[in-house]
């Protein structure tokens, strides 16, 4: 093992999410020196996959000099176990079922490599670095195609007995509502997410609902669409805009009686891009339904890492994880 002061403070993230996979080199202070995005194509099958991230770890590790990133992390879609560093088969990724990545690449780069789900790690980065800098008690909830996030616990990433904790976007916030595609019923992300927001859209255009949305064909109505709509004036998109900022502010409502956090951060193009009409119905909501004593001194801020708190929160674990280590 290397004496303490050769650790440097500054690792290697790869982020896996999305069509394209990014890997980054980062310092402790959360500035992104080096950075790469290239398009995962994972039709191309697992191995070919793997030996593009090599190539391009490879090159971060080249590019961040003599004075060596000292670690990896790597945020996954799940489920995926943060223990073990092996990933479950994510829908979006066919063909990678119990694939131990933690073990492949500590093996390649005698490097110490964690493996975090994506939406996880992107709390820790947004609680290191982001809108919770400073804070001991956050959840970060991330609304985009679906809903995902993190809880941060005096400081800790909680992760659970076997590393499943935080799915946020599958609480119940209606027990009696339809399934969602998890199994469960009424969740959270079956109600508020982009792709639920346009299911929605398209379910009640095709009953017979007049909107300015009929000018597109079904398949074309996205959550974006029917944010352009509501601003236009439409009345099925408003709605079902506002619809969805309820759903959410009865999720942060259980959320603020769970964990009491100090702040809750919400990220995500949805929620980014939704504006005042999710937003406002999504305080009121909160305002109207937490409990006193948890609402007193809660606040509910948009993220500020954007598509980087991944990235980041990759950075923040492994520089601490190597200082600690040293
Ligand atoms: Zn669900």
């Known amino acids: 093992m290397m004496p303490a002061m050769d650790y440097p403070q500054r690792a290697v993230a790869v982020d896996l999410g999305g069509t394209r996979f990014r890997v980054a080199v980062g310092n402790g202070s959360g500035e992104l020196e080096w950075r790469s995005s290239q398009f995962t194509r994972v039709e191309r099958g697992l191995q070919a996959v793997l030996k593009h991230l090599y190539e391009t770890i490879d090159e971060a590790l080249a590019a961040s000099g003599p004075n060596r990133a000292g670690g990896i992390a790597i945020a996954a879609p799940g489920p995926l176990d943060p223990e073990t560093g092996v990933i479950f088969n994510p829908p979006n990724m066919p063909g990678w079922d119990r694939v131990p990545m933690k ?87 079956w ?22 949305l009929e000018r597109f064909p079904l398949q074309e109505i996205t959550a974006a ?46 929620s980014l891009n939704a504006g005042p009409i999710l937003w406002d119905a999504l305080q009121t909501t909160v305002r109207s339904r937490t409990m006193p004593s948890s609402r007193k001194g809660l606040d509910i801020v948009q993220a500020a890492l954007g598509d980087d708190a991944g990235l980041l929160g990759g950075v923040a674990l492994m520089t601490r994880a190597v200082a600690k280590a040293a």
Not at 226 to 250: N, P
Not at 260 to 269: D, F, M, T
């Open 103 to 189: 073990q492949l690449f500590e093996d390649r780069y005698g490097l110490p490599v964690q493996v975090v789900n994506d939406a996880n790690l992107a709390a820790v980065g947004e609680h290191r670095f982001g809108a919770g800098r400073g804070l001991r008690n956050i959840v970060y909830v991330t609304v985009s195609t679906g809903i995902g996030g993190g809880v941060i616990v005096n400081n800790q990433l909680l992760l659970g007995g076997r590393g499943f904790a935080g799915e946020i976007g599958h609480m119940t916030v209606d027990m009696r509502g339809e399934r969602c595609a998890c199994g469960n019923i009424g969740c959270l992300e």
């Open 225 to 270: 669409k029917v944010a352009e709509m509501a601003y236009g004036g439409d009345t099925l998109a408003e709605g079902l805009l506002r619809g969805a900022g309820v759903a959410l502010g009865v999720g942060m409502v259980n959320l603020a009686h769970l964990f009491n956090p100090e702040r809750i951060i919400l990220g995500g193009g949805v």
């Open 191 to 212: 109600l508020a997410s982009g792709t639920s927001i346009a299911r929605q859209a398209r379910q009640r255009l095709a009953s017979g609902i007049h909107s300015t």
